[in-house]
C-alpha cells in the first residue's frame, strides 16, 4: 500500500473537493484527473487535477489535497489559492517546511521536490496557469496584497 492511500483528506475541504479527493483515489485516477461529473460545480468541471501529499509540519501526519495542476516539461505546477484567500493554504505551508512531496497524476505515483516559482518563471507559469484555470486572475485579485505562490513539483529521479 503507497503512503497516499493512507492519507488523510483535510475535514476543512468542501463536501464536492473531499469528494472529488475520494473518487480520484478509488479508480485510481480514472475518475478525477480530468474534474468531469462527480458534485464539482460546472466552472470546475474539465480541469486536469492531480493529489498532492504532503506532511504536516505541526501533526507529522500526511495530508492529500486535490488540486488544478499544468504541466511544465516533465514538472507539474500548482497553485497555492486557497480560493483567494488572505492566507496561504495549510498544504502550501506544509511544504515549505518540507518539500519533500508525494504526488499523484491519473494512475501515476511518484516522489516530487517542491519549489516556490519567483520572477520571470513565476509570470510564465502564472499565466499558462490562469489559462487552464481562469478564476485564478480574480482569485490574486482577492487575495492582494498577498501574492500567491505557483509551486513546481519536480519528480525525483
Same mark, same amino acid.
Given at each position: 500500500?503507497?503512503?497516499?492511500?493512507?492519507?488523510?483528506?483535510?475535514?476543512?475541504?468542501?463536501?464536492?473537493?473531499?469528494?472529488?479527493?475520494?473518487? @480520484?483515489?478509488?479508480?485510481?485516477?480514472?475518475?478525477?484527473?480530468?474534474?468531469?461529473?462527480?458534485?464539482?460545480?460546472?466552472?470546475?468541471?474539465?480541469?486536469?487535477?492531480l493529489l498532492l501529499l504532503t506532511k504536516g509540519r505541526s501533526s507529522?501526519?500526511?495530508?492529500?489535497?486535490?488540486? @488544478?495542476?499544468?504541466?511544465?516539461?516533465?514538472?507539474?505546477?500548482?497553485?497555492?489559492?486557497?480560493?483567494?484567500?488572505?492566507?496561504?493554504?495549510?498544504?502550501?505551508?506544509?511544504?515549505?517546511?518540507?518539500?519533500?512531496?508525494?504526488?499523484?497524476?491519473?494512475?501515476?505515483?511518484?516522489?516530487?521536490?517542491?519549489?516556490?516559482?519567483?520572477?520571470?518563471?513565476?509570470?510564465?507559469?502564472?499565466?499558462?496557469?490562469?489559462?487552464? @484555470?481562469?478564476? @485564478?486572475?480574480?482569485?490574486?485579485?482577492?487575495?492582494?496584497?498577498?501574492?500567491?505562490?505557483?509551486?513546481?513539483?519536480?519528480?525525483?529521479?
Amino acid at each position: 500500500m503507497d503512503i497516499i492511500d493512507s492519507a488523510i483528506i483535510p475535514d476543512k475541504l468542501s463536501p464536492e473537493v473531499q469528494d472529488h479527493a475520494r473518487r @480520484y483515489l478509488a479508480s485510481h485516477g480514472k475518475d478525477g484527473h480530468l474534474t468531469i461529473g462527480g458534485t464539482l460545480p460546472p466552472a470546475m468541471q474539465n480541469v486536469p487535477a492531480l493529489l498532492l501529499l504532503t506532511k504536516g509540519r505541526s501533526s507529522g501526519k500526511h495530508f492529500l489535497m486535490p488540486l @488544478y495542476y499544468g504541466r511544465d516539461a516533465d514538472r507539474c505546477v500548482v497553485i497555492a489559492s486557497k480560493g483567494g484567500a488572505p492566507a496561504h493554504p495549510g498544504w502550501y505551508a506544509n511544504l515549505l517546511a518540507d518539500p519533500k512531496v508525494r504526488v499523484q497524476v491519473g494512475d501515476q505515483r511518484f516522489d516530487a521536490h517542491a519549489t516556490t516559482a519567483t520572477g520571470d518563471e513565476r509570470a510564465r507559469l502564472w499565466k499558462m496557469m490562469e489559462e487552464l @484555470y481562469p478564476p @485564478y486572475r480574480r482569485y490574486q485579485e482577492r487575495a492582494a496584497p498577498r501574492e500567491i505562490p505557483v509551486v513546481v513539483l519536480t519528480p525525483k529521479r
